[in-house]
């Protein structure tokens, strides 16, 4: 976002330096790729938050509509498998995974529009309709990140974002089509008639990051005295509350090896507004933990090896 607004102000500047008293009149539009919906119509909207509404939701780009209960989800790995690559866990921080649609019962949707499938490992493999989903082939999503203009972006999503034993854009990818094209506030028709192809896609990328900075789960399990040992086990209990005391919600957390090693967190929300912008509500998660609830568990260290510095969230 910064880097693409810089440059557009930056042209502004070089105008008035030259002299130019009427901006609109000298000024050629500048060529910036934009990844804004055109939401000018939500105004007239009822404000709701999604999934408590009373009465029909009109327009659905105003507000997820049906996923109206919106996970950010979150991963604690210890390694990535592409080390020898470069790509490494960021110290200090989990990991984004997704931004997910759940319907307000908790069921849920995915691989909506076949015309913008980028996984390149669909997971599961076919439609509903038991159709199989072709596997995408072509440049990875990082380059059309690129294209926007978006290094910020991209830098951003390779500190935090981070994908095991594939490449980082390939998790970017089966995210998006996965589960934004079942958002019906990433409905292209919500970015109106200058539609830029792919603008949903660096939409998507931001909305999932900026929902990511509401729940710095490290440091919110810190604040507690929980962090990750070697040497020490927690009791799920203990991960819940250190949770709830900063966001007033218990959160799904999800364990690997019959629910001994935390691997996992779920934010479940209400928003009112789009998923893009809007306020996200915490609530109680709607799923069971796989965690067991009542022996030890561990929340391992990572090696050295495996992380790395980013910059702060
Ligand atoms: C600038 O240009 C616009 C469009 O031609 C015109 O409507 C406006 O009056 C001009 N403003 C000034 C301050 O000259
Ligand atoms: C909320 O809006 C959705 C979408 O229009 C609609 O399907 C649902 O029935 C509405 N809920 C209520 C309680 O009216
Ligand atoms: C199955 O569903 C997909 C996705 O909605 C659709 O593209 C495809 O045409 C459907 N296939 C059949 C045979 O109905
Ligand atoms: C989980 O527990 C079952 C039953 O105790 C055991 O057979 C299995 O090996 C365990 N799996 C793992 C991954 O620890
Ligand atoms: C949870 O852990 C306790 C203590 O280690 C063990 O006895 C129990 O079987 C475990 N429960 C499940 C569901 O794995
Ligand atoms: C802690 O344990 C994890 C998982 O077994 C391992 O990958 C990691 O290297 C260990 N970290 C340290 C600092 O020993």
Same mark, same amino acid.
């Given at each position: 976002m910064l880097s693409a607004r810089f440059s557009f102000l930056l042209s502004f500047a070089a105008v008035s330096v030259f002299g130019a008293s009427n901006l609109t009149e #000298?000024? %050629?539009? !500048?060529v910036v790729l934009s990844s804004f919906p055109?939401?000018?119509?939500?105004?007239?909207q009822p404000g709701l938050y999604s999934c408590e509404n009373t009465t029909a939701i009109q327009n659905t780009c105003c507000s997820p509509t049906p996923g109206g209960l919106v996970l950010q989800t979150q991963f604690w790995s210890?390694?990535?498998?592409?080390e020898t690559k470069g790509q490494l866990l960021p110290k200090g921080s989990w990991t984004i995974h997704g931004l997910w649609p759940d319907n307000c019962d908790g069921s849920f949707e995915q691989y909506c529009d076949p015309n913008r499938q980028f996984d !390149? =490992?669909?997971? !599961? =493999?076919?439609?509903p309709n038991g159709t199989v989903i072709s596997a995408y082939k072509g440049p990875g999503v990082d380059t059309i990140v690129e294209k926007f203009g978006r290094g910020d972006l991209l830098d951003y999503m390779n500190d935090y974002w981070i994908n095991q034993n594939a490449p980082n854009q390939d998790l970017w990818a089966h995210e998006f089509s996965k589960h934004a094209t079942c958002t019906s506030t990433f409905d292209i028709a919500c970015y109106g008639a200058k539609y830029q192809k792919n603008q949903d896609l660096i939409n998507y990328f931001d909305a999932a990051i900026r929902a990511f900075h509401q729940y710095p789960t490290y440091d919110l399990l810190a604040a507690a005295g929980i962090v990750p040992s070697n040497k020490t086990t927690y009791k799920l209990e203990q991960f819940q509350n250190a949770i709830k005391a900063q966001t007033g919600a218990v959160p799904y957390f999800g364990c690997t090896q019959n629910g001994t090693i935390l691997s996992e967190v779920w934010y479940f929300n209400h928003v009112?507004?789009?998923? %893009?912008y809007g306020t996200y509500k915490t609530l109680d998660s709607t799923s069971k933990s796989s965690?067991?609830? #009542?022996g030890p568990i561990q929340y391992p260290e990572r090696s050295a090896k495996s992380e790395h510095e980013v910059r702060g969230l």
């Open positions: #000298t000024c %050629q539009e !500048p055109d939401l000018t119509s939500c105004l007239t210890t390694y990535t498998g592409l !390149p =490992a669909p997971s !599961p =493999a076919k439609f009112y507004g789009t998923e %893009q965690c067991n609830a #009542t």
